[in-house]
């Protein structure tokens, strides 16, 4: 531990700011990371899948084609100025961390496996993450700091910019109860988000935040946006996030996260609120269809309804998280019968209502007239498919 003066000093050791700091040492920089965690602390970084995409595509096609489809996964995307620095610089990061030592290897043929961080990880219950994709890449990145000098300070919770005539200077922290203060020409802050900020959560993305599962680590209280929001900085795209659709036995059932997610049952199908009502297009993948459920007034009262051939079919798609058969095997709740009507009364849905949204939904898949349906569901990232062949499926979300 040291409190001289740095260059820079980092916020968060997870990909983010171990990378900042690696490259700014790189450069010839004296490097601070302040870590709140202490020894081997989990952070977002080590539960990582450990894939590298932008958009499900290869992360090293031509720049102009990854901000593409940025925006096309991304409509209202609230800045392009983000979009580019990604679709520009990924390609760049993986081959960076390549030269560091870090293990990425071509693990599928989809282009979304071609870089993954090795060796895999396992879809083992509990997730284990030590010596695996994330936990290994930290390793090889704290190493690479402390060889060119840098330190990482551990059980450093940073609380404060430190400002000099309007110049930020450095960073004030508490570290094993003492505060310190960490003195640098510049910080880079990269403590992961908010996601464990409950007020944070319901002013920016929910109004329910204790229904939405953390499906990550537990230390992203936004400290770093806070401590420069105090000091006048600008956010942007701060209502919505990255996450994926569970079922809703995952708040009794720690086996069922973070996989298998349900993202491409949902694609295939349809999901409904309690009026057995469908509320979002479905069609634009796992993560839209979690930030939509966010959004209702009641997140947990949304349930996924499928048939026997989307069950065959989309449900086991997708290597690592697909919930056929994994969601019956770990004890999640899935309710099944042969006709619709019975299907509703065991979620507890208004039968007619969902034999009316099912009959709809079935006549605009089956004349290719999905955009008019009320929402529209759109057909070109994941296909829709009728909802026709018994056993009929239902599960909470
Ligand atoms: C289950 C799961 C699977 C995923 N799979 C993929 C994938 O395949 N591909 C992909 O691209 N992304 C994936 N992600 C997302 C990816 O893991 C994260 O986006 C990424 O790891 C975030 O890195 P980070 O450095 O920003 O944050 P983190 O790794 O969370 O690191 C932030 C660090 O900051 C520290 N910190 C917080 N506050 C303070 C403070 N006040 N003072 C000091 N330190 C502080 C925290 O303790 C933490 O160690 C996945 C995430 C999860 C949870």
């Not at 599928?108 to 030590?130: C, F, H, N, S």
């Not at 409950?198 to 953390?214: A, N």
């Not at 057995?276 to 939509?292: C, H, I, K, S, W």
Request: net charge positive.
């Amino acid at each position: 531990m040291r409190d001289d003066r740095s260059d820079l000093v980092v916020i968060g050791a997870g990909i983010a700011g171990l990378i900042a700091a690696n490259r700014a040492a790189e450069l010839g920089l004296r490097c601070t990371v302040l870590e709140r965690g202490e020894g081997q602390y989990v952070c977002n970084t080590r539960l990582t899948g450990g894939m590298f995409h932008i958009c499900m595509k290869n992360i090293a096609r031509p720049s102009d084609e990854s901000f593409r489809s940025i925006l096309q996964a991304v409509p209202d995307l609230p800045s392009h100025d983000l979009a580019r620095a990604v679709a520009e610089n990924g390609e760049r990061m993986v081959r960076w961390l390549r030269r560091q030592g870090v293990r990425l290897i071509k693990a599928g043929p989809d282009e979304a496996y071609w870089w993954v961080l090795a060796p895999p990880r396992t879809m083992q219950i509990g997730m284990p993450w030590k010596g695996r994709a994330g936990d290994v890449m930290m390793h090889t990145l704290e190493e690479g700091l402390i060889r060119r000098g840098g330190a990482i300070v551990r059980g450093a919770h940073a609380e404060a910019l430190c400002m000099t005539g309007g110049v930020c200077t450095g960073v004030e922290a508490v570290v094993q109860d003492a505060r310190r203060t960490f003195q640098a020409n510049a910080v880079v802050i990269a403590d992961g988000g908010f996601q464990s900020n409950l007020s944070m959560l319901r002013h920016y993305i929910t109004p329910k935040p204790e229904s939405l599962f953390q499906r990550c680590a537990p230390g992203g209280n936004g400290d770093g946006i806070r401590m420069a929001q105090a000091l006048g900085a600008k956010t942007v795209g701060m209502s919505s996030f990255y996450g994926h659709v569970l079922n809703r036995a995952v708040f009794s059932n720690p086996a069922l996260w973070p996989y298998p997610i349900m993202d491409r049952v949902v694609a295939a199908g349809i999901v409904v609120d309690a009026h057995g009502v469908r509320f979002m297009d479905e069609g634009l993948g796992g993560v839209y269809q979690a930030n939509q459920i966010a959004k209702m007034a009641d997140p947990l009262s949304a349930v996924a309804i499928f048939d026997a051939e989307i069950w065959q079919q989309a449900g086991r798609q997708s290597k690592l998280s697909a919930p056929n058969p994994a969601l019956i095997k770990r004890g999640g709740v899935l309710w099944q019968a042969t006709d619709l009507p019975s299907l509703a009364r065991l979620a507890g849905l208004p039968p007619d209502a969902l034999c009316s949204t099912i009959e709809a939904y079935n006549a605009a898949v089956r004349s290719q007239a999905t955009a008019e349906l009320s929402p529209a569901r759109s057909p070109t990232k994941f296909k829709p498919a009728v909802i026709a062949t018994q056993p009929f499926f239902a599960a909470p979300l």
